[in-house]
C-alpha cells in the first residue's frame, strides 16, 4: 500500500509507491500552479530527493489535467516564494529521476514544469502549449531555453509565436514528450513507465543538456525567419520579438546565462502596457459570458433551428450552425433564392475541401442536415428561428409575423439586424416574450463576436438560450440593450463621423487610414468602408435623415461617392481604386477631387493634421461614446464594450479595448481633449456624463467592471 507524506499544502500530496514517490496536484479546476502548488511541489521534491527510499519521482496531475498554467488570480499580486524558475531549476537538478505525466492541459507554466522534468509521459488525451504570448508576455520559467534545446529553434518558435496547443502525437513527433499511451489509469501508466525507467537504469537526464540547437545554421535561419514573419504578422506586439531574442539566447549563450537574458526580457514584458491590455481582454472574454439571464435562468432546449434568408448573412449564420451540428432548415422566397443560398453555404465547404481541410464526405454529412423550403410551415417544429433578410423594418416585421403564425410555442425567434429596433419587430408577434437579437457579424461563420440583444419584454430563459447558443457555435457573446446600433454599430457610427470631419477639415482618408493601422487596427476607416460597401452606410445615412439634429454637422462626401455609384471593393471603386480581382486598394485622385469639391462648398478651409492629432480625436469620439453605452446601461459594464470592440470592429487587442486604452492614458487626459475639440463642435463633443463623473471621483472605467 502506498504510504502518504504530510505536506503544508493539500493542493499537493505525495505517496510512495515501492520505491517512486507519486507526488499529485490537486488544485481544482485545472491544477493552476499557485503559491501552494509551487510550495508543495518544492517540498515533495526536496523530500524524495533526500529520502534514501526514493529512487524516482512521479508527477501527476489529479482531475482532467496535469497543470493547466498560472494561477490568474494572482496576476497583479507580489510574487510569493518559490517562484516558477527556481522549481523548475530544483526539479531539474534532482538526483533522481523525475517523470511527467501529461494528461489533459500542460500548457505555460504547466508545460514548463513538465520541461524540468528528466522524462516526459503523455497520454492520449494531452493539450500542450506555451500560449504565453497571447497574454503579451514569454515562458519565463524556462521555456525559451529548454524547448528549443529538446525540439530545436524552428518548432519551438513555432510553438511560442502562435500560443497554439498540440496534441500529444504532435508533441510526440515533436520531441517534447518522450513515450505516447493511450488513455488510461494514469497514475498507474506513470508508474509502470517510471519502473521501467529504473529497470533500464535510465540516468537522470536534464534538458539544458540537450543537443536540438547544434545546427547553429539551420538555427539561425529559423530565427531570421521568425523574426521577418513577425514583424508582418504580429506588427506592433511587444512580446514575440522578445521570444525570439530569448530563443536567441538559448543558442548563443550558456543555459544559466539564458536563463538570466530570458528572465530580463520576461520582466520587459511584464511592465509593457501590452501586457495589461491583453491580459484585461483574456479577464473580459470570462466576464462578459456572466450576463445576469445566465444565471438566474434554465436555457431551453435547442436541437433544430431555422434560417430565414440565404444571402451571404443568412448562408454564415446556417454554416455556422451546420458546423455546431444542428439542423438546419432555411426559408427563402422562392426555388432559386433557395438554390442561392444553397451554394452560398456549400461554396464555404468546398472552400475547406479544396484546402485539404474537409473531405467531400465529411461535407455530404454535413449537407445532409441542411433542408430548404419556401413555405414557413417547415418551420412548425424547430426550436429557434434566425431571421436574416433585408435590412427593412417593415419586411422583418412581415417575417416576424409569418413565424408568429408557424412556428411551436416556445419556439425563440430571432434578429441578425444590424440597426433596427427589436421592440418594433417583438410587437408584429403575439409572443414578445419569445424574440431576441442575435447579430452576427460578417462573415458569420468565422468572426466570433455575437451581440445579444435583449429587448424589455424578452424571457429571461431566452436570453439563457441565446448564451448557450453561443457557446455552442464557439461565438463570444456579449448582452447589449436595445438602440440605434446597439452596442458596435453606434459605436462605428461616431466614431466613423469623426474620420469623415477630419477629412472634410484636411486630412485625406488615405492618411486617416494609415494612422489608425499605425495606431494597430487592421485596416483604417475608409478602407473598412470599402470592404463593407458604401451602399450599406448610405442606406442607414438616409433612413436616420428625418430624425436627424438639424444642429449635426453632416459630412456629404460619403454620398457624393456613393451617387457615382462608388460603393467600394464590390464596384471597384469607393475611397480606393480596385484593379479587377485585387482587394488591395489605391489611392484615388478623383476621389480626392470629390473632397476638395466638397471642402469649398462647406466653406472649409482645410489644414493639416498630425497622425497623432488624428488618433486623440478618432479615440475620443470612440471613447466618449462608449461611455454614454455603459451610462445609459446598453452595456452591462466597460469590458463589454472593450469585447464587442476587440472581436467586431478590429480594435487592437493588445491595446485592451477602447475604455481600457482610456484608462491607461488617463481619463483626465480624455476629458480635456474633448473639452477642446468642444470649442469647435459642442454637440458632436460634448463629454459624456459618466465620464465626467469618473475624472470627478478620480476612478476608473475598470473601478465599474470591479463593482459587478
Known sequence: MPSESSLPSAAVTSALH???????????????????????????????????????????????????????????KPPQPPALPDLCNRIEACSKPVTALIHGAALGGGLEIALSAHYRLALSDAKIGLPEV????????????????????????????SGRHVSAQEAHKLGLVDHLQEVSDGPQAGLDYARQLLADAAPVRRTRDAQALSDIAATQTALNEAREQTKKKARGLFSPLKIIDAV?????????????????????????????????????????????????????????????????????????????????TMIERDEIALARGR??????????????????????????????????????????????????????????????????????????????DIEAIASSTSRPADVIGLHFFSPANIMKLLEIVVPQRV??????????????????????????????????AIYRQAADFLMEDGASPYQIDQAVRNFGYPMGPFEMSDLAGGDIGWAARKRRAPTRDPRARYVQIADRLCEQGWFGQKTGRGYYRYAEGSRNGQPDPEVLAIIDSERQRAGITPRQFSDEEIIRRYLAAMINEAANVVHEGIALRPLDVDVTLLYGYGFPRYRGGPLKYADQIGLPQVLADLRRFAEEDPLFWKPSPLLVELVERGASFDSLNQAE
Open 343 to 420: 451554394g452560398h453555404i456549400e461554396k464555404v465547404y468546398d472552400g475547406l475541401i479544396g484546402k485539404g481541410r474537409l473531405s467531400a464526405d465529411a461535407k455530404a454529412a454535413i449537407m445532409a442536415r441542411w433542408q430548404g423550403s419556401t413555405d414557413y410551415a417547415a418551420l412548425g417544429q424547430v426550436d429557434l428561428v434566425i431571421e436574416a433578410v433585408f435590412e427593412d423594418l417593415g419586411v422583418k416585421q412581415a417575417v416576424f409575423s409569418e413565424l408568429d403564425r408557424y412556428c411551436k410555442p416556445g419556439a425563440i425567434l430571432a434578429t441578425n439586424t444590424s440597426y433596427l
Open 134 to 161: 497571447l497574454l503579451g508576455l514569454l515562458p519565463g520559467a524556462g521555456g525559451t531555453q529548454r524547448t528549443p534545446r529538446l525540439i530545436g529553434a524552428a518548432a519551438a518558435l513555432d510553438l511560442m509565436l
Open 248 to 328: 536567441e539566447a538559448a543558442a548563443t549563450l550558456p543555459f544559466d546565462q539564458g536563463l538570466q537574458t530570458e528572465r530580463t526580457l520576461f520582466l520587459a514584458c511584464l511592465e509593457s502596457p501590452q501586457r495589461a491590455g491583453l491580459i484585461h481582454a483574456f479577464f473580459a472574454d470570462r466576464e462578459v459570458l456572466k450576463a445576469p439571464e445566465t444565471r438566474n435562468a434554465k436555457p431551453r432546449p435547442v436541437t433544430s433551428v431555422g434560417v430565414v434568408g440565404g444571402g451571404t448573412m443568412g448562408a454564415g449564420i446556417a454554416v455556422a450552425l451546420l458546423d455546431a451540428g444542428l439542423p438546419v
Open 459 to 492: 424571457s429571461a430563459d431566452v436570453v439563457a438560450t441565446a448564451f448557450a447558443l453561443a457557446k455552442a457555435l464557439r461565438k463570444v457573446p456579449v448582452r447589449a440593450g436595445v438602440c440605434d446600433g446597439f452596442i458596435g454599430n453606434r459605436l462605428l
Open 18 to 76: 515501492g520505491n517512486i514517490m507519486l507526488v499529485t496536484i490537486d488544485n481544482p479546476p485545472v491544477n493552476a500552479l499557485g503559491v501552494a502548488v509551487r510550495q508543495g511541489i518544492l517540498e515533495a521534491v526536496e523530500r524524495a530527493d533526500a529520502d534514501p527510499a526514493v529512487a524516482a519521482i512521479l508527477l501527476h496531475g489529479a482531475g482532467k489535467n496535469f497543470i493547466g498554467g498560472a494561477d490568474i488570480r494572482e496576476f497583479g
